[in-house]
């Protein structure tokens, strides 16, 4: 049996622009984590990792780039509700503003 993937089928009919600017606010979204988990290290007085550099992840279409994208934003999911438990209080686990 063959896995329909809804959202690849409907990729083809949304225009460039709208493509462009939902991966743009995605960005966007990304750079705000970033300088919140940046700044809350640094309060903690841990060291931030260095920006990666992302070699190596041109795809060939936009399908191709919205699935990698998908299972990169998972990945980071994954390893950021794995490490709650981790938390050392419980003011830190509170839910945080969205972005």
């Given amino acids: 049996m063959q896995e329909h993937d809804e959202g690849a089928s409907t990729l083809s009919t949304v225009t460039p622009a709208t493509i462009k600017n939902a991966f743009t606010e995605i960005m966007n979204d990304e750079a705000a984590h970033v300088t ?5 290290l640094t309060q903690a007085k841990a060291s931030p ?4 550099t992302f070699k ?11 699935t990698m994208s998908r299972t ?3 990945t980071g ?3 950021f509700l794995m490490a709650m438990p981790l938390s050392a209080t419980k003011t830190t686990r509170q839910p945080q503003p969205q972005f």
């Fill in 36 to 40: 919140f988990f940046q700044k809350a």
């Fill in 49 to 52: 990792r260095p920006k990666p």
């Fill in 56 to 66: 190596g992840l041109a795809q060939a279409n936009q399908r191709d780039f919205a």
């Fill in 72 to 74: 990169l934003e998972n």
């Fill in 77 to 79: 999911i994954a390893a």
